[in-house]
Every structure is written in C-alpha cells, then in structure tokens.
T-cell receptor, first 114, second 114 residues
Framework: QKEVEQDPGPLSVPEGAIVSLNCTYS??????FMWYRQYSRKGPELLMY????GNKEDGRFTAQVDKSSKYISLFIRDSQPSDSATYLC??????????????FGTGTKLQVIP | DAGVTQSPTHLIKTRGQQVTLRCSPK?????VSWYQQALGQGPQFIFQ???????QRGNFPDRFSGHQFPNYSSELNVNALLLGDSALYLC?????????????FGSGTQLSVL
C-alpha cells in the first residue's frame, strides 16, 4: 500500500466550476500537508501549506485536512482555464534528526474547459 | 531573486553511459533535494544534501550519487544508465532546519535514455 494515494484523473470541468481534489494517506506520522501545482514541462510550485486539521483559505483555493480520517482536500472555486495543471498533494513528517521526509501523491491532472 | 535553476533542460543518453545534472538553489537556501519524476507519477525522493553531506537517501541504487559544493549548488550523477532512468529530474531547495517541507523546485532536467 502506498503511503499517499491520489486519483490521477484526468479531471475535466467547465470554467467557473468548483473543483475538488483529494488524497488519502496511511502514515499517521505526517503532520504537514501541502498542495503543489505543476504545469506541463515545469517543476511543481507550492500552492497551499497547512499543519493542522481544519480549513485554510487563500483566494480561490481552500485546503482541508482531516487527520482523524487521514484525508486531505483542495477546493478550487470559480475555476479558470489557467488552473489547468497537475495538482500534487504532499505530506511531511516533523523535523527530526536533521531531516523531514516529504512524500508526494501521483498527482491529479485537471483541465478547465473555457 | 533567482529561483532554483537546473541545467541542462534536456539530455539524451544511451544505456550504460553516465550523466551529471546540476542545480543552483534559491538564494538563502542551503538544503538541496533531488527527486525523480517518471511520466504520470509524483516526484520520488532520491537524496538530500546539507552542509555538503548527504543527509538522507531514498530507495535508489548506488548508481545515483551526488555532491554539494560550498556555495550550496549541487550535482546529481547517475552511472550505468538504464532505460528506466528516463524521467524528469527535479532539484528542490529549502530553508534551513525546521522548514524543510516547503520545497522550491526548479524546472527540471528531462533525461531520455535510449
């Protein structure tokens, strides 16, 4: 079983739709949760970062963490064609022994159709 | 402020050859991590360098080796290339200890092994 599971998609939605992206994980040591956005032929860029259960909002993006269910989500409101990219969830253990392990999901490819 | 830079952007090699990839971290960052991203997959951790030493290593064979220089730049070396080594190789830099989960990625080097 993979430590982090993410549906690869692809997910296709019309412009203006609300998008929901999800990941589940099995390692209870994960304490920090991130979402990265990766455009084609580019490196991932950090989109959202949180370390507690609950919601965190940044503009059109909301990250949600449920540690009891080991489930995280990213919601995108009023989706735009420029949101078309691959979204990677990532999780990290606490800093210990000089290192934090960051584990990525496989990524969900999103296409927003004008 | 320059972000993470990687060179070359693309590389074509044949089986059995050796390759060296280079990375300059974001200004102010002293920790460099290398990831391998196969097509349709999330980044897989290769190793991390801090203070010119390999601090942590993922599940990759000894054919993969690295180096960090006093100016924090880094190299990834892969010997005896296999077809399965074809992938996007990503370099990520991060802040000093305690904030390593916030990775800043370069655009990657696309390696094709024929």
């Amino acid at each position: 079983q993979k430590e982090v599971e993410q549906d690869p998609g692809p997910l296709s939605v019309p412009e203006g739709a609300i998008v929901s992206l999800n990941c589940t994980y099995s390692n209870s040591a994960f304490q920090y949760f991130m979402w990265y956005r990766q455009y084609s032929r580019k490196g991932p860029e950090l989109l959202m970062y949180t370390y507690s259960s609950g919601n965190k909002e940044d503009g059109r993006f909301t990250a949600q963490v449920d540690k009891s269910s080991k489930y995280i989500s990213l919601f995108i409101r009023d989706s735009q064609p420029s949101d078309s990219a691959t979204y990677l969830c990532a999780m990290s253990t606490p800093y210990s022994g000089g290192y934090q392990k960051v584990t990525f999901g496989t990524g969900t490819k999103l296409q927003v159709i004008p | 402020d320059a972000g993470v830079t990687q060179s070359p952007t693309h590389l074509i090699k044949t089986r059995g050859q050796q390759v060296t990839l280079r990375c300059s971290p974001k200004s102010g960052h002293d920790t460099v991590s290398w990831y391998q991203q196969a097509l349709g997959q999330g980044p897989q951790f290769i190793f991390q360098y801090y203070e010119e030493e390999e601090r942590q290593r993922g599940n990759f064979p000894d054919r993969f080796s690295g180096h960090q220089f006093p100016n924090y730049s880094s190299e990834l070396n892969v010997n005896a290339l296999l077809l399965g080594d074809s992938a996007l190789y990503l370099c990520a830099s991060s802040y000093p200890q305690g904030d390593n989960e916030k990775l800043f990625f370069g655009s990657g080097t696309q390696l094709s092994v024929l």
